[in-house]
């Protein structure tokens, strides 16, 4: 019996040790599995920021959504689950658990730099807006005036982020077609492409103020005034000339006729669609005061209509 007793008092006890082992072996796993993944999340870091430095370069904006703050927390959270910090972790390279906040504090300014990016990006595409123009050339004032606009915000945005500790001597890949510069270069070509659009967009705009004069003298000394010379400069801005529909459908360019006319008409054929149609503006003046502004529309296949309407 005494046996017995032994065998039962043994029993009890084993059932709750064996639970007790159990639990923490699961807790062990979960702690595992969370370590793992918060790993996984560290090393993310260090890939995006090689990622920029060796193929994304001007890019690279998208994979840095994160702030550097996460990261922090991260390596907080590894440390509290007990990860050494002789640990080897597998990034680009293999790094020792140690050196992570070094490399949060690299993809925090990092970062700050690539933060940039818009910005330089602008910038670029307005130089390659205005290319070679010269003073007086379509578009030159608007697209000089957008230059300096881009290339000021480049400059401030490289100094703000040069202030927040934004390394400016790092290669960004791609700033231009086949060529990388630093964002010192970058920086400083901003400002050499402001100085030099500011300077067209001064001469450019002399010579737009030029040909808009030259236009009105091109009507205006045939007595256009009022809403026909607003028409007619609306079609032609540089004082070059623009074919006009008058009366009984016939064309003209003259000034002289143009200014005269009672009747001016706009012919436009739909071709971006490949449709075809027809749309007819009639302009009726009395003197130079407009009186009736008519607009139609036809298929293609009713252009007669159209030239009954013109008529």
Same mark, same amino acid.
């Not at 703000?160 to 077609?177: C, L, R, S, T």
């Given at each position: 019996?005494?046996?017995?007793? !032994?065998?039962?008092?043994?029993?009890?006890?084993?059932?709750?040790?064996?639970?007790?082992?159990?639990?923490?072996?699961?807790?062990?796993?979960?702690?595992?599995?969370?370590? #793992?993944?918060?790993?996984?999340?560290?090393?993310?870091?260090?890939?995006?920021?090689?990622?920029?430095?060796?193929?994304?370069?001007?890019?690279?904006?998208?994979?840095?959504?994160?702030?550097?703050?996460?990261?922090?927390?991260?390596?907080?959270?590894?440390?509290? !689950?007990?990860?050494? /910090?002789?640990?080897?972790?597998?990034?680009k390279k293999e790094f020792l658990f140690r050196k992570?906040?070094? %490399?949060?504090?690299?993809?925090?300014?990092? #970062?700050?730099?690539? +933060?940039?990016? /818009?910005?330089?990006?602008?910038?670029?595409?307005?130089?390659?807006?205005?290319?070679?123009? %010269?003073?007086?050339?379509?578009?030159?004032?608007?697209?000089?005036?957008?230059?300096?606009?881009?290339?000021?915000?480049?400059?401030?945005?490289?100094?703000?982020?040069?202030?927040?500790?934004?390394?400016?001597?790092?290669?960004?890949?791609?700033?231009?077609?086949?060529?990388?510069?630093?964002?010192?270069?970058?920086?400083?070509?901003?400002?050499?492409?402001?100085?030099?659009?500011?300077?067209?967009?001064?001469?450019?705009?002399?010579?737009?103020?030029?040909?808009?004069?030259?236009?009105?003298?091109?009507y205006t000394k045939h007595g256009a005034a009022g809403?026909?010379?607003?028409? +007619?400069?609306?079609?032609?801005?540089?004082?070059?000339?623009?074919?006009?529909?008058?009366?009984?459908?016939?064309?003209?360019?003259?000034?002289?006729?143009?200014?005269?006319?009672?009747?001016?008409?706009?012919?436009?054929?739909?071709?971006?669609?490949?449709?075809?149609?027809?749309?007819?503006?009639?302009?009726?003046?009395?003197?130079?005061?407009?009186?009736?502004?008519?607009?139609?529309?036809? /298929?293609?296949?009713?252009?007669?209509?159209?030239?009954?309407?013109?008529?």
């Open positions: 019996m005494k046996k017995l007793a !032994l065998l039962t008092l043994t029993s009890s006890l084993a059932i709750p040790f064996v639970l007790s082992v159990t639990s923490a072996g699961v807790a062990r796993a979960d702690d595992d599995d969370r370590k #793992r993944e918060l790993i996984n999340k560290l090393t993310t870091f260090d890939f995006v920021v090689y990622n920029f430095e060796f193929q994304d370069g001007i890019n690279a904006e998208p994979g840095f959504a994160a702030e550097a703050a996460a990261c922090t927390a991260i390596v907080d959270q590894l440390k509290d !689950l007990g990860v050494p /910090p002789t640990e080897v972790l597998y990034g992570a906040p070094e %490399k949060c504090e690299r993809y925090g300014k990092i #970062r700050t730099l690539v +933060l940039t990016f /818009p910005k330089i990006k602008e910038a670029t595409q307005s130089a390659s807006q205005l290319g070679d123009a %010269k003073p007086g050339e379509s578009g030159a004032t608007r697209f000089a005036g957008n230059m300096v606009t881009t290339g000021a915000a480049c400059v401030a945005t490289i100094n703000d982020a040069e202030a927040k500790g934004a390394p400016m001597d790092v290669a960004i890949k791609h700033v231009f077609y086949g060529k990388d510069l630093t964002a010192a270069e970058v920086r400083t070509w901003c400002e050499e492409a402001g100085k030099k659009a500011a300077a067209l967009q001064g001469a450019s705009a002399g010579a737009d103020a030029d040909k808009k004069k030259a236009a009105r003298e091109r809403d026909k010379l607003e028409w +007619l400069l609306h079609y032609d801005q540089e004082g070059k000339g623009s074919e006009w529909y008058l009366s009984g459908c016939k064309t003209s360019s003259d000034p002289k006729t143009l200014a005269k006319a009672k009747v001016l008409i706009v012919w436009m054929v739909a071709s971006v669609n490949g449709d075809g149609s027809h749309s007819l503006r009639k302009l009726t003046f009395k003197g130079n005061k407009l009186v009736k502004d008519q607009e139609k529309s036809w /298929p293609a296949h009713e252009k007669s209509k159209a030239y009954s309407f013109c008529k």
